[in-house]
């Protein structure tokens, strides 16, 4: 099924601007550029739940045979699969593909019973799960007042973590750096300088800034920095998924450096947003710099968060070094279920000591930030 086959007006008032990686355009674009289909591992399935022809909710699921592009990393569970000799793909996923951002749940028509339909399509999504020999059903990245619902319905939680920037009534740049003790703030200065003094100026492209030329640019960065990781180099994006973006454009923020002797652009990083947040997508450079990642992909962002009333960056998944530079670890959860009973019986109780030890892992991390 493609997402072309649902009313592009219905889903956006059912998605009640979840975030952008959840709007009808942006997984349409997805689909048209041959980055999400079934031969790249990710096949469109969405359930539609109905009421006399009135469309009253939708789950955007995948049907998928790897684990790439998720960002949580299920090797263990695919392991465990093997050894009770369950074939642990396909599997249903549930997430804005290639996205790890928080948000993720069904799409709802408004004023209606949000549990009521949820058990309807969790009903029909496990009857198609076992009817079709698949072993697992997995959401992604959830909305935690959402998987509330799902653990009654016998889904359990896996907590990860994330990083996140968040507004403290900050004016300037220099208002969020002196959240910082005195060393860590001189560094900070430090890694802008170095960029400075290397005569590099950054400019910044943001909605009728951004042409198609912007794009390619953009993409031509994305698949060099994704090319120096080889197999692990995260490349899932076509050419063609960049140059639909114009039609993204007013949720669009592309950072673009430059040397003050040229015009020409050697790095660039893109970012998403609305009205209240920004979140960290891809980034690219020709030349090795030192410090330029940073500034473009964490410090420039900030201060165009601080200067737009901006209240959530969220850069992007990995990186501890993040602490150190003013963003929190927060706990990211996905809700599980297996339909069979010794991988139940074996996982669960593992899930629990495992999320203990999340959560220990955040709290300390977030002590370990420098600030004041």
């Known amino acids: 099924m493609s997402i072309k086959e649902i009313s592009k007006?219905?889903?956006?008032?059912l998605a009640n601007e979840i975030n952008p990686f959840y709007e009808w355009t942006w997984i349409k674009n997805l689909e048209i550029s041959k980055s999400v289909s079934r031969e790249t591992g990710w096949q469109p399935l969405y359930f539609v739940a109905?009421?006399?022809?009135?469309i009253l909710g939708i789950a955007p699921l995948f049907l998928k045979n790897h684990s790439y592009g998720e960002f949580i990393f299920d090797q263990s569970f695919a392991r465990l699969a093997q050894e009770l000799n369950l074939n642990y793909y396909p599997k249903l996923i549930g997430m804005s593909p290639y996205s790890p951002v928080n948000g993720y749940q069904f799409l709802y028509k408004q004023n209606k019973d949000k549990k009521e339909i949820t058990n309807l399509l969790i009903?029909?999504?496990?009857?198609?799960a076992?009817?079709?020999?698949i072993l697992s059903c997995n959401f992604l990245y959830i909305d935690e007042s959402w998987g509330n619902h799902l653990k009654s319905l016998g889904y359990y939680e896996w907590i990860n973590s994330s990083s996140e920037w968040r507004s403290n009534g900050e004016k300037t740049f220099d208002d969020f750096l002196s959240r910082f003790n005195s060393n860590q703030r001189k560094n900070i200065k430090k890694e802008r300088k170095s960029i400075a003094k290397q005569d590099i100026k950054v400019e910044i492209f943001n909605e009728d800034d951004i042409n198609q030329e912007i794009l390619k640019k953009m993409h031509n960065f994305y698949e060099q920095h994704c090319s120096r990781w080889g197999v692990w180099g995260s490349k899932y994006l076509t050419s063609t998924f960049f140059e639909t973006l114009i039609d993204n454009k007013r949720n669009l923020l592309l950072f673009g450096a430059s040397k003050h002797d040229s015009n020409e652009i050697f790095a660039m990083s893109m970012c998403v947003k609305n009205q209240n947040n920004l979140w960290g997508r891809y980034w690219g450079s020709q030349e090795e710099i030192s410090n330029l990642h940073f500034e473009l992909c964490y410090y420039q962002p900030i201060e165009w968060a601080i200067k737009n009333n901006i209240h959530?960056?969220?850069p992007g998944a990995g990186g501890k070094h993040k602490r150190r530079r003013g963003f929190f670890a927060k706990s990211t959860v996905s809700m599980h279920k297996w339909f069979d009973k010794n991988m139940e019986k074996i996982i669960y109780p593992w899930l629990n000591e495992v999320n203990k030890q999340t959560e220990m892992e955040i709290d300390f991390e977030n002590k370990s930030i420098p600030f004041k």
């Open 130 to 133: 076992i009817t079709n020999k």
């Open 50 to 54: 109905y009421k006399n022809e009135e």
């Open 9 to 13: 007006e219905i889903w956006n008032e």
């Open 123 to 128: 009903n029909h999504i496990e009857s198609f």
């Open 312 to 314: 959530l960056f969220d």
